[in-house]
T-cell receptor, first 109, second 114 residues
Framework: GQNIDQPTEMTATEGAIVQINCTYQ??????LFWYQQHAGEAPTFLSY??LDGLEEKGRFSSFLSRSKGYSYLLLKELQMKDSASYLC??????????WGAGTKLIIKP | DGGITQSPKYLFRKEGQNVTLSCEQN?????MYWYRQDPGQGLRLIYY???????QKGDIAEGYSVSREKKESFPLTVTSAQKNPTAFYLC?????????????FGEGSRLTVL
């Protein structure tokens, strides 16, 4: 079966750095997405990785290792508004998105 | 501004009633999707459509129906056959059907069955 694993919840301090991990086992791979979702709202796109390595976009970076079936989202200089759920999703060989359950990130002052 | 609009945002329904959730996009996207989101679970695909007058079942299509009469519109009907319909429903669209297209989501519709 296809599976995506992320931690259920993480807590970090304002101004700090946090890394949210995502491991996947899917039938084929055509890319990995990270989305941010604030409570009660729609997910919004953060990043897309299809090749190994690090993609940096401002305070957010996303890393991919296809051989390890592993990705992480790195958030720097955390702000209170970063409190949200972070969803990892993999595009499989049929170009269908497989979603993780999401990681709820709590930022404390 | 271009975007994707869902309505209503909140909906209450009595058991045994059908209800239709609206989804409209003006992004000129070919592909549209309906997802269901439950606490502690990933998004689950209900139905998707890559072209007008054609749609495909997702992983949890039972108890749901859709239509795609226009490119801009993809309404979802939650029928009385859906055993546990209380959930947060998300509509999404993408520009490249079946390929690496970023999904754009509507704001969601929260359905509660009383």
């Amino acid at each position: 079966g296809q599976n995506i694993d992320q931690p259920t919840e993480m807590t970090a301090t304002e101004g700090a750095i946090v890394q949210i991990n995502c491991t996947y086992q899917t039938s084929g791979f055509n890319g990995l997405f990270w989305y941010q979702q604030h409570a009660g709202e729609a997910p919004t796109f953060l990043s897309y990785n299809v090749l190994d390595g690090l993609e940096e976009k401002g305070r957010f970076s996303s890393f991919l290792s296809r051989s390890k079936g592993y990705s992480y989202l790195l958030l720097k200089e955390l702000q209170m508004k970063d409190s949200a759920s972070y969803l990892c999703a993999v595009l499989d060989s049929n170009y269908q998105l497989i979603w993780g359950a999401g990681t709820k990130l709590i930022i404390k002052p | 501004d271009g975007g994707i609009t869902q309505s209503p945002k909140y909906l209450f329904r009595k058991e045994g009633q059908n209800v239709t959730l609206s989804c409209e996009q003006n992004l000129n996207h070919d592909a549209m999707y309906w997802y269901r989101q439950d606490p502690g679970q990933g998004l689950r695909l209900i139905y998707y459509s890559q072209i007008v007058n054609d749609f495909q079942k997702g992983d949890i299509a039972e108890g749901y129906s859709v239509s795609r009469e226009k490119k801009e519109s993809f309404p979802l009907t939650v029928t009385s056959a859906q055993k546990n319909p209380t959930a947060f429903y998300l509509c999404a669209s993408s520009s490249l059907a079946g390929e690496t297209g970023e999904l754009f989501f509507g704001e969601g519709s929260r359905l509660t069955v009383l």
